[in-house]
């Protein structure tokens, strides 16, 4: 069984920066696409961005570009979501799930983690 385990979450000021990281175990990280999502009060799921198995390939929601970066590093089994200039409206709780194929759609994901609360104060 897949297990994934975000951190790196908490309260911010505005403008600061977070790195949010998820770590994999069960399986061996590279054999799934990655993406992070996140979801607000009130809000539907949305996804921020995705990678590919090897990362050699990313893609963005197109709200997300610019301040946010994914990546992954496959030998320590971790996906990572660089959050840059933060306002308050990215507060949610931010999760990453793992999946066969690569894409922005939360369905399109098996696994996912517990999530990790990200609030930015103005």
């Known amino acids: 069984q897949v297990q994934l385990v975000e951190s790196g979450g908490g309260e911010v000021q505005a403008g600061d920066s977070l790195r949010l990281s998820c770590a994999v175990s069960?399986?061996?990280?590279?054999?799934?696409?990655m993406g992070w999502f996140r979801q607000a009060p009130g809000k539907e799921r949305e996804c921020v961005a995705a990678?590919?198995?090897?990362?050699?390939?990313?893609i963005y929601s197109p709200s997300m570009k610019g301040r946010f970066t994914i990546s992954r590093d496959n030998a320590k089994n971790t996906v990572y979501l660089q959050i840059d200039s933060l306002k308050p409206e990215d507060t949610a709780v931010y999760y990453c799930?793992?999946?066969?194929?690569?894409?922005?759609?939360?369905?399109?994901?098996?696994?996912w983690g517990q999530g990790t609360q990200v609030t930015v104060s103005s």
């Open positions: 799930a793992a999946g066969g194929r690569l894409g922005l759609t939360w369905t399109q994901y098996d696994y």
């Open positions: 069960g399986r061996t990280l590279s054999i799934y696409a």
């Open positions: 990678i590919t198995r090897g990362g050699g390939s990313s």
